[in-house]
């Protein structure tokens, strides 16, 4: 056969008959002992790091707002607890375009417990010992009845007037608003600037527009923050839903595989369908709402996404997407329908492997919790190096100074030269900063933290994917099924990849990581040149994130295949890689119509939970059904837990169905190395049951004419010819 020759050439020598392969090797040697040795190293300047970020950092800078003199407003068991608001003394001073660039608004902050809620000034305030006692909750602690206005005013002891203002990421701006056209503080439209002087409220307007765009990013964060804070008890219970679906549907799939496969078809066209009909309802009720037909565009972004959903446009686009999904789902079960039947027979077996080892159903959780404390360490070593800066002051003078702007100490501030030279400056703190090494290596810290978090998190994948391959092969190479099968055979391959392939774990994990950052940085300079008009550069950009996503899906394709071969035959990472790509290219055919139908099937299995889950929880938090009105939180964004619950699902789900996934691909390249290996003669007997033969011998029937694919077999199902392997 000189075509299939040809091919063998291209793609490498197929493996040979050996009478003493009984699947996994048990006599093997550690490889790629290199990568080990490095990924170690790796691992122990990660502990390094970590344990150098939290002597260092302090999360509370993160949390609480900070006063003048650097206090973090609210923190418990301090002076400040009950004072949870920054007040600013004069907002008209974040007016200045210079706030935008040094972050620093230059007039005196101070913690306090409510913001003030009507119009008053020191003069005023002064005259009344009732208002005075007002006023002073929003001075600092050193003012007494008997100082005279002017005398608090020169010291900076208070503001000299105090405007209504609203708690806005915990910091009090003027309440403006809108009044015939006319923009209004509280319900005035003019305010006493303090020195008798009546003002336009609009001028209030560009201090707390800068302060906002300072603050904004914050804010939104501050508010999803505080919805994870009041729904996190929710959102586990969203989670625990979708973990006992999918252990449910796994335990389903192992009695009534071919059940539950139409039965996933069926509710995911159901589900997705629902979804269409529920868009439309909404679309349909918006009709006559008044400002329902403003178009996305107009709307522009809008930190409130609630703001969305209550436009037509909106639920059409959604509509219009669920339509489109729809569409392709249904085509494809019209069009792959026969590979459907294979795919399922497929599965069938499948069931049959993890029914000798219940333990691998189990397994994703072990991984799941790895999984768990490598991102609760990035987390949590990326949350104390963000905030290991350290607390920088800096002079502020509202008349001309020559040390305006320049660093101060703030302890020994009064008795400076910068104070004798400019009596009437403060020294305030800004920022948190630092010109230390370590402040100036912190960008790079952050870096090798989030590399190390891509780096063990592909690690941990690859073990499991390496454990239950190994766990799987050994299933299929029993010729007596299960007398054959080792004991423990999840817990004897995980045992076997730790002890002899570490390095060779490290370095398909490695590859993927270093993809995976380039990624990263490609999408930091994407937003960074979001506001250049150099085409060619956008167009560069958007083709080397292209290329680089499909590398990244290609090197996961490679290493999970990598991993199964490392698994059986004990070699190191790039033998197994080039062994396991030659055998699938030697077997392409079968990989497009069989396996990747199957991964079709288990991503509808996974679709049908993330819906299931997701119709609840957005039912649930959205509070659209009368029954879970007073169960649901009170919530700023309801779509954080619904999204984070979507998100979650899916990871749980795919953590579940990826044993079954892990299980065909295990199975399908020991198909194809079995028949390559043996031609089912009684001599050269073949491993496979008769089950997986009669579905791969379907799968050749569907492309090949009968007669000149099926060949005669015997009673037992054996095939005769011994070149009837050739002809698969």
């Known amino acids: 056969m000189p075509e299939e020759e040809d091919s063998y050439g291209k793609h490498g020598e197929p493996f040979k008959h050996d009478p003493s392969f009984k699947g996994p090797i048990q006599n093997r040697s550690c490889t790629d002992i290199v990568c080990c040795i490095l990924f170690i190293v790796a691992i122990l300047g990660y502990i390094a790091v970590g344990i150098l970020a939290w002597s260092q950092g302090d999360p509370r800078k993160a949390i609480y707002p900070t006063d003048s003199r650097g206090d973090f407003c609210g923190q418990a068991g301090t002076p400040l607890e009950n004072k949870r608001k920054l007040f600013y003394f004069n907002i008209m001073k974040c007016a200045s375009p210079m706030v935008l660039l040094s972050f620093q608004c230059p007039t005196t902050q101070l913690c306090v417990e409510t913001c003030p809620d009507k119009f008053m000034t020191l003069t005023k ?5 009732k208002d005075f006692d007002y006023y002073k909750t929003f001075c600092k602690e ?5 100082m005279s206005p002017q005398e608090i005013l020169r010291n900076r002891l208070c503001p000299s007037m105090l405007i209504p203002s609203k708690s806005f990421t915990r910091r009090c701006f003027p309440d403006l608003g809108l009044k015939g056209g006319v ?13 008798g002087k009546m003002r336009d409220a609009k001028d209030l307007v560009d201090g707390v527009k800068n302060a906002t765009v300072v603050m904004e990013a914050r804010q939104v964060v501050m508010k999803i923050f505080e919805d994870y804070t009041h729904s996190w008890y929710w959102i586990l219970i969203g989670l625990v839903i979708a973990m006992l679906l999918s252990l449910l549907f796994i335990v389903l799939m192992r009695f009534l595989a071919g059940i539950m496969i139409w039965i996933i078809i069926i509710a995911v066209i159901a589900v997705i369908g629902y979804g269409i009909f529920h868009c439309y309802m909404e679309y349909a009720n918006l009709k006559n709402e008044p400002g329902a037909n403003v178009t996305l565009q107009e709307l522009g972004l809008q930190t409130d996404f609630t703001v969305y959903l209550h436009i037509r446009q909106t639920w059409l686009a959604f509509m219009i997407i669920l339509a489109i999904v729809e569409v392709i789902i249904i085509l494809l079960l019209i069009f792959l329908r026969k590979r459907i039947l294979i795919a399922i027979a497929l599965i069938k077996e499948a069931s049959k492997a993890i029914r000798y080892m219940m333990c691998s159903m189990f397994y994703p959780l072990f991984t799941f919790l790895l999984l768990s404390i490598v991102v609760a360490y990035w987390a949590v070593t990326a949350v104390f190096l963000s905030t290991s800066n350290e607390a920088i002051y800096k002079v502020v003078n509202q008349s001309a100074c020559v040390h305006s702007g320049a660093n101060c100490d703030h302890a020994n501030y009064s008795t400076s030269k910068m104070k004798a030279d400019c009596p009437e400056s403060e020294c305030n703190f800004a920022f948190y900063g630092g010109e230390t090494v370590y402040h100036k290596y912190l960008i790079a810290l ?3 933290n989030v590399f190390l978090f891509f780096w063990c998190a592909n690690f941990v994948t690859a073990l499991g994917q390496m454990s239950l391959a190994g766990a799987f092969a050994s ?3 029993a010729y007596s099924k ?7 055979p999840v817990f004897s391959s995980m045992g076997r990849s730790l002890r002899y392939h570490t390095g060779s774990l490290a370095f398909g994990s490695l590859i993927l990581a270093i993809v995976q950052i380039i990624r990263v940085l490609l999408e ?5 040149l979001k506001g250049a008009q150099n085409k060619f550069a956008k167009f560069l950009l958007c083709c080397l994130k292209c290329c680089f996503w499909c590398l990244e899906k290609f090197i996961k394709f490679l290493n999970r295949n990598a991993y199964i071969m490392v698994a059986i035959h004990g070699k190191n990472f790039c033998a197994s890689a080039m062994n396991a790509l030659n055998l699938l290219m030697r077997n392409l055919l079968r990989v497009a119509v069989v396996d990747k139908v199957t991964d079709f099937l288990l991503f509808l299995g996974k679709l049908l939970i993330v819906g299931l889950v997701g119709v609840f929880a957005f039912f649930f938090f959205s509070g659209r059904v009368k029954a879970f009105e007073n169960t649901a939180p009170n919530l700023h964004y309801y779509w954080v837990p ?3 619950v979507v998100i979650g699902s899916y990871l749980i789900a795919h953590g579940f169905f990826s044993v079954y996934d892990m299980c065909v691909d295990t199975l399908f390249l020991c198909f194809c190395e079995d028949l390559e290996r043996n031609d089912g003669s009684p001599a050269r007997p073949y491993y496979m049951s008769t089950t997986i033969r009669e579905i791969l011998w379907k799968g050749e029937v569907a492309d090949q004419s009968a007669s000149a694919a099926l060949q005669p077999q015997d009673e037992d199902g054996a095939l005769k010819n011994p070149q009837e392997k050739d002809e698969l």
Do not use: C, E, M
């Open 125 to 129: 305030a002064h005259a009344n010992d």
């Open 142 to 146: 050193t003012v007494t009845r008997s």
């Open 183 to 195: 923009v209004t503080v509280g319900n005035s439209t003019k305010f006493d600037d303090g020195s």
């Open 446 to 448: 952050q870096f090798y």
């Open 475 to 477: 299933y299929y190479w």
């Open 482 to 488: 299960p007398g054959d099968i080792p004991t423990f």
């Open 524 to 528: 930091y300079l994407d937003h960074k």
């Open 642 to 644: 619904i999204l984070t």
